[in-house]
């Protein structure tokens, strides 16, 4: 019965993220809206174990290590980003240009 | 009542969602965040989950903004810095791009599910008063799941190194 308003926020929060994602340009507030991203999709999944079954909250559970995994990578490469470019700016941050 | 609570989890979470990605400090926007977080773990209680719930509340907005706010806290980039927005250009492009992805996400939502793999309705509150909210999902994930589950043991060690070899100041 909540399904269909419970994917529908998913989606308005998925497009934050990628409106986020967009807009601005410090990586630590790009990292953010990712996790809103990831937080989208399992409410997603959450809304769907309702009617198909909790296989969907493991997945959940899943995506919460994958989650965390990568909050710790990924701060640790920006605090290495800005220990050799004192910015977080990603307009500043093109090593990887050819 | 389930009804209007859900509503009212959503509209916090979205317009929290609206004013992470707006406001121009970084701890503003984590702290913006985390009120999402929050009402999302109210939505997964509505849902069914609680123990998602619980898990939300304790990873999410307890281990994972910590750790955001505490590399913002050591970055020193609290303090009123110019704004980091992109251009008028880069605006409207993120804003159609995020109308191009709700519309499409909306047109995906709105496709049926097949009634012949849905459960009868209200069978997993059921099944959770049965085994339990954590039983619920740990016969899943130790029988199912199990090799996934060793696995993502696996991940989390070499985020942790990872972590520790990107962070260093001198290898």
Not at chain 1, 65 to 77: F, Q, R, S
Not at chain 2, 13 to 28: D, F, K, Y
Not at chain 2, 34 to 61: E, P
Not at chain 2, 62 to 77: E, R, T
């Amino acid at each position: 019965m909540l399904l269909g308003p419970a994917l529908a926020v998913s989606a308005i929060l998925f497009s934050l993220g990628v409106a986020g994602v967009l807009l601005r340009r410090n990586a630590i507030i790009i990292f953010m809206c990712i996790e809103l991203m990831l937080n989208a999709a399992n409410l997603a999944f959450i809304a769907l174990a309702q009617r198909l079954g909790p296989d969907g909250q493991v997945i959940v559970f899943f995506v919460m290590a994958v989650a965390a995994a990568e909050a710790a990578v990924g701060l640790a490469i920006v605090l290495a980003i800005y220990r050799h470019k004192q910015t977080l700016d990603i307009q500043n941050i093109n090593l990887l240009r050819g | 009542m389930i009804q209007v609570m859900f509503w009212v989890f959503a509209v916090i979470a979205i317009g929290a969602a609206v004013l992470c990605i707006t406001r121009r400090s970084p701890v503003a926007s984590a702290l913006w965040l985390v009120t999402t977080l929050f009402s999302l773990a109210g939505i997964f209680v509505l849902l069914d989950a609680q123990f998602i719930a619980a898990l939300q509340v304790m990873v999410y907005a307890g281990a994972i903004m910590v750790l955001f706010l505490f590399v913002i806290m050591l970055l020193n980039l609290g303090r009123g810095t110019p704004t980091d927005m992109r251009g008028w250009v880069g605006r409207l492009i993120a804003l159609g791009l995020g109308v191009a992805v709700a519309v499409e996400l909306w047109v995906l939502v709105r496709s049926p599910l097949a009634v012949s793999i849905q459960l009868p309705a209200g069978t997993l509150s059921q099944v959770t008063q049965e085994r339990g909210v954590v039983g619920v999902i740990s016969d899943a994930l130790f029988r199912t799941y199990l090799v996934p589950f060793e696995i993502t043991s696996i991940l989390l060690l070499a985020a942790i190194v990872g972590a520790v070899v990107l962070a260093k100041r001198r290898l």
